[in-house]
Each structure stands twice: as C-alpha cells, then as structure tokens.
C-alpha cells in the first residue's frame, strides 16, 4: 500500500539500542503501508547493519547514517536522520518504541492532507509487556489535536508530519524536544487529525533516559532552558499568545515534575509514566 509519492520517512534515533532496534524496525516491516523508508542514526559510533541481519532483518528500505559523534543526543540524531531522509513525510520512532499495525496507514493519508497527524499514545513496561497507561481515552474514529490540548499532555507524542512544514529539533533542547517539536508543527498548521487509537507504543525501559536517576534535575533544566529561550526567539513559534501558553503550561510541568522528583525518592515510583499512572499531580 502507498507509493514513493506518499511515502514516509521514519527516523529512528539509535544510542546503545542494539538489544531493541530489531523490534523498532520489526514493527515497521508489520506496517501494511509498505511506503516508507526507515533512517537509523547511530550515535554511538556503531554500525546496526549487522544487529539487524543477525536479527534477519535485510530490506532494501533501510538506511543507515550517523552523528559522527557519540551521544550527541536525540535531537541531533533526529536532524542527521532528516537530512538523510528522501521521502515528503517524516515521522520519529525511538528505538526501543513501536508501532503497532496499521499506524502508518491510518495517519500518512490524514498527514497528507492535513500537514501532519498525531495518534493516541499506550505506555507500556518493558519488562513484562504491563500497561501503564493510554494517554486519551481509547475511542474509535479520528478527532482533533491544537496546541492547547498537546500542552494538557504528559506522555510524549509522535506524528507523522509534512516536509514542507520543515520540522527540525532544537539541537540544544537534549530533554524535551519532542514538546518543541510538535509545538511548532501545531503553531504551523493549525489544529490537525488525532487518531484516537493507540498505534505508537511507548516503552518504559531500564536503564532509559527517564529511568535514570537524575531525570527530574535534566527535566528541570530543560525547561527553565525553554523559558529562556522563548523569552529570548520565541522558539520559532509564531502565535505570540501560543508562546505565552506555553510558557504558563512550563510553570505546571515543573510543578508536576517537583512532585515526581519527591515521589521518586521517596520510592513510590521508577520513573515519570509510572508516577503518572499513579495518579501523581
């Protein structure tokens, strides 16, 4: 299904994921949108080819590039994966994630039309496959997502999006990117399609960036860097008022992510999905 037209290159950032990238690319050989094309970026100065092929996985869609560096972080390997990608749609898959079948097919047609497209997220513990959470309410059909409803958000997202809307990641924004990253695209296009299933798997992993132990300090800092930086550019986001909301929505994130930092310590969660799905506030 689908022509190189209509076709979707997915970004996969990789960093120490030769133990989960079989899987990540698994779930894109699963996909009966067979227009895609799959950019692994490796930033650790590994090559995946051979994880991959070991793992049976040979497919003329994969392309490999790099950082040149080790742990540039996330955002860099996203921009290195965007300036190899060749296709008009672009869509991020972190390595130790997937997509569950049929996730391309029920957004590239919505991006197409819409500049880009957001789909509900499940969390998921790794080590057991348990449910963490949904982040909406599991619905059938196709909804809408503006940018204050992804600011009422806790849970990354992931969207396919348009070439022309020319996403990029801050390269300087190594923890919250992603909120950047689709605060821009809703700035740019507007209110698009929210497909109210849960496609994107997000995976809560050992030994990740939000299992480690200073996650709530590199959270913090992320933010107060954002603060700055919209006091300073506006981040690239055009709507004035947009900026201001983003800026009010910041103030609760470091409140819930004070919280979390104490719930974490006092041992009552591993990580911030866990606290969510604790009902932490």
Request: charged residues 25%.
């Amino acid at each position: 299904m689908g022509t190189l037209e209509n076709g979707v290159s997915v970004i996969i950032a990789a960093h120490r994921a030769h133990d989960t990238i079989a899987r990540a690319v698994r779930s894109l050989l699963d996909q009966d949108w067979t227009a895609w094309q799959a950019v692994v970026v490796s930033d650790d100065g590994t090559d995946y080819r051979p994880t991959l092929r070991a793992a049976g996985i040979d497919d003329s869609r994969l392309v490999f590039t790099g950082t040149g560096r080790v742990g540039a972080g996330a955002p860099a390997a996203r921009n290195a994966g965007l300036t190899a990608a060749t296709l008009p749609l672009v869509a991020p898959l972190d390595a130790d994630d997937r997509f569950r079948p049929g996730r391309l097919a029920a957004l590239v047609p919505l991006a197409l039309a819409h500049g880009a497209a957001f789909d509900n997220v499940a969390v998921v513990r790794d080590e057991d496959d348990a449910p963490l959470s949904v982040l909406f309410p599991e619905r059938d059909g196709v909804g809408r997502l503006d940018a204050d409803g992804f600011l009422a958000t806790s849970v990354p997202m992931f969207p396919v999006v348009r070439r022309d809307l020319r996403p990029a990641w801050e390269a300087d924004v190594d923890f919250c990117d992603d909120v950047v990253f689709n605060l821009r695209i809703l700035d740019r296009a507007g209110a698009v399609p929210l497909v109210r299933a849960p496609l994107y798997e997000y995976r809560q992993r050992a030994g990740s960036i939000t299992f480690s132990a200073d996650s709530g300090e590199r959270a913090e800092r992320c933010y107060r860097h954002v603060l700055d930086r919209l006091e300073r550019d506006g981040m690239g986001i055009a709507d004035a008022g947009l900026r201001a909301r983003f800026a009010a929505a910041l103030a609760a994130k470091r409140a819930r992510n004070a919280a979390y930092e104490a719930a974490r310590r006092a041992g009552r969660c591993a990580n911030f999905q866990e606290f969510l799905a604790l009902g932490g506030a």
